[in-house]
Every structure is written in structure tokens, then in C-alpha cells.
């Protein structure tokens, strides 16, 4: 398995305050990325990195901020939760060459009260 | 931009049967790639298989195939002899192989996959 760790894993926080997700690789994959899962919507790409401190907009970028200090570290923050944010977030990464699929954490479950 | 739908938002198949999962892609490119996902209740995201775009031949792993229709721009996976195992949420997902892609994936709305024994 691609070492890829996501923390925290499960998260319930209140409306308004700012939540920040962490996602940690050892394979030194120069992409990172940010998904959301929705029923009904499948994976949707909040933010990505093509290396460190290189970061860009997804499809559903609104409300979120990303960074990346370090090759192996993506942060993706929420600066005032909302709960329309309730959702599963997962962290990818994938290598920059060659025809290579996307690694995926386990996910974290994020709960806007 | 590119769109994967995925018009099945349920099936179910008997152990041992053979079942057909639907996708299809809207894309300009020409190069690109298509893949499927499977993730158990786990939550785990596991690629199944891959399909390059310029490749005319249909990709096979084991019990899992695919039938990829370029021009009609659709991506099916065929499982085979299913198994309880195999019961879990299926995405089909798209990529394009450009650099400036910086491999990001377009995702469909995903395929809960039910197996009876």
C-alpha cells in the first residue's frame, strides 16, 4: 500500500469554526490532491499540488484553502466550517510521469454541526 | 471540461454470475485515461483497472474487464464470476494524459455493487 496517511480520521466540529485536515506521504510523489465524496456526486477535486508550494483550484474550491510547506505534507483548510463542508474528504497523490494511478488515504469523515 | 456519468446508481448480481457496470465520458482530448475504482465499506479507494486511451485493446485483470468504446466514448467493466468480495461502491473515473493535467481525475457518481450468495 502507498503510504499515505490522513489525519484526523473522523471529526465533528461546530458551524463557524476553522478545521484543518492533514495528509502525510512518504512515496515522494510530487502530486497531492484534495477530493470531497457526496452521495450522488461521486469524487470531486478541491484542490491539488504540483509541488511544494505550487497549488491550484479544483472544481469545488470555495470555502477551501490548501498548503503545501513540504514534499510530503497537504493541508487542506476549512476557515469557517459550514455544513454544506459535512462530507468525506480524502487526500491523493499520484507521481508526475508515466501513466501511474492516484493513491488514496483512508479518508476522513468530517461532521459540521 | 470533461464529465463522467454513470447512469446506474444501483446493481445487483448472484454469486458466480457475471455483471456489466456502465460509463460513459464526455472529453475533447484525444489522449487520456479511464480507470475504475472499487471502495469497500472500508473506505478505501482501490484501483481495479486502467485503460489507456490509445490502446485499442480492451484491458482484462483477472475476473474484471472492460469494454472501451472510443468513439461512443464509453468505458464499461465486465465482472465475471462475482464474488461476495466484490459487493462495494465502483467509480469510474477519467484523466487526461496531458502534463499540464497534473493528473487530476474527473469521477462519476459512482455504482453500489450489491452480490447475493
Known amino acids: 500500500d502507498a503510504g499515505i496517511t490522513q489525519s484526523p480520521r473522523h471529526k465533528v466540529t461546530e458551524t463557524g469554526t476553522p478545521v484543518t485536515l492533514r495528509c502525510h506521504q512518504t512515496?515522494?510523489?510530487?502530486?497531492m490532491y484534495w477530493y470531497r465524496q457526496d452521495p450522488g456526486h461521486g469524487l470531486r477535486l478541491i484542490h491539488y499540488?504540483?509541488?511544494?508550494?505550487?497549488?491550484d483550484k479544483g472544481e469545488v474550491s470555495d470555502g477551501y484553502s490548501v498548503s503545501r510547506s513540504k514534499t510530503e505534507d497537504f493541508l487542506l483548510t476549512l476557515e469557517s466550517a459550514t455544513s454544506s463542508q459535512t462530507s468525506v474528504y480524502f487526500c491523493a497523490i499520484s507521481e508526475s510521469r508515466g501513466h501511474t494511478e492516484a493513491f488514496f488515504g483512508q479518508g476522513t469523515r468530517l461532521t459540521v454541526v | 471540461a470533461q464529465t463522467v456519468t454513470q447512469s446506474q446508481p444501483e446493481m445487483s448480481v448472484q454469486e458466480a454470475e457475471t455483471v456489466t457496470l456502465s460509463c460513459t465520458y464526455d472529453?475533447?482530448?484525444?489522449?487520456?485515461?479511464l480507470f475504475w475504482y472499487k471502495q469497500p465499506p472500508s473506505r478505501q479507494m482501490i484501483l481495479v483497472i486502467r485503460q489507456e486511451a490509445y490502446k485499442q485493446q480492451n484491458a482484462t485483470e483477472n475476473r474484471f474487464s472492460v469494454n472501451f468504446q472510443k468513439a461512443a466514448k464509453s468505458f464499461s467493466l465486465k465482472i465475471s464470476d462475482s464474488q461476495l468480495g466484490d459487493a462495494a461502491m465502483y467509480f469510474c473515473a477519467y484523466r487526461d494524459a496531458g502534463g499540464t493535467s497534473y493528473g487530476k481525475l474527473t469521477f462519476g457518481q459512482g455504482t453500489i455493487l450489491t452480490v447475493h450468495p
Open positions: 499540488s504540483y509541488g511544494v508550494k505550487d497549488t
Open positions: 512515496e515522494n510523489h510530487r502530486y
Open positions: 472529453t475533447s482530448e484525444s489522449d487520456y485515461y
